[in-house]
């Protein structure tokens, strides 16, 4: 039963956001990881690359095919990818279990190289990411499903595309930047109402952001 400003009643009668569209494994998602502070950089690099791979298409697109997405890019260890080669490409598009676009696979091996030297510069790329995190100040006082709707991109989001493309990366645009934003937890925008928005508000009162 869908409700006003965005948000619907599950099968187990909890209100969510819309967009899973209560299909199990994208409700899992929005469940289970959507929103949840994440300082692993692995796993940063891993959000920041299948979000570069979405642009263009669904984010459930490349949702299902995640896991050979972390088969073909040796589980988005960068240090790994880093050195992926021509003969890589190849095999990368010849690969039909992930999105065979020859410019998002070169990207991300471009950008496995960068991300080693943000952490050899700066620690960790959470370090990096997390020091961009938006203040109250950056954030609406309410986050309901126009506010959502209204804000593809923000003036953070802008700010880091414009710095990780200063430092060599590609396929990092606002609208992807703040895609990733939304995944890793640097904000919450499970809307007002949503069953896992507080749930999500203590974890990010409890993370300890990297230095």
Not at 11 to 16: L, S, W
Not at 82 to 98: C, H, M, S, T
Request: charged share 25%; with cysteine; hydrophobic share 40%.
């Amino acid at each position: 039963m869908a409700h006003e400003n965005g948000l619907v009643t599950g099968d187990d009668g909890k209100v969510r956001c819309f967009w899973h569209g209560n299909l199990p494994d994208y409700l899992a998602y929005h469940d289970n990881e959507w929103g949840r502070p994440v300082a692993d950089d692995v796993r940063l690099f891993e959000k920041i690359c299948l979000e570069g791979f979405q642009s263009g298409l669904s984010w459930l697109t490349i949702l299902r095919k995640r896991e050979n997405f972390r088969l073909a890019f040796a589980g988005f260890d960068f240090h790994q990818v880093a050195k992926f080669d021509d003969g890589d490409i190849a095999r990368l598009l010849e690969d039909k279990g992930i999105v065979r676009h020859r410019g998002k696979i070169v990207s991300t091996i471009n950008n496995a190289r960068r991300a080693i030297e943000m952490e050899a510069e700066h620690g960790s790329l959470g370090a990096w990411f997390w020091r961009h995190e938006p203040g109250p100040e950056d954030r609406p006082e309410v986050f309901d499903y126009q506010t959502l709707r209204a804000n593809p991109t923000t003036a953070v989001s802008v700010r880091i595309s414009k710095e990780l493309k200063k430092l060599g990366w590609s396929f990092v645009g606002p609208t992807t930047i703040y895609a990733f934003m939304q995944a890793m937890g640097m904000v919450n925008d499970h809307i007002e109402g949503c069953c896992c928005r507080p749930s999500i508000e203590q974890l990010r009162r409890d993370f300890v952001r990297p230095a």
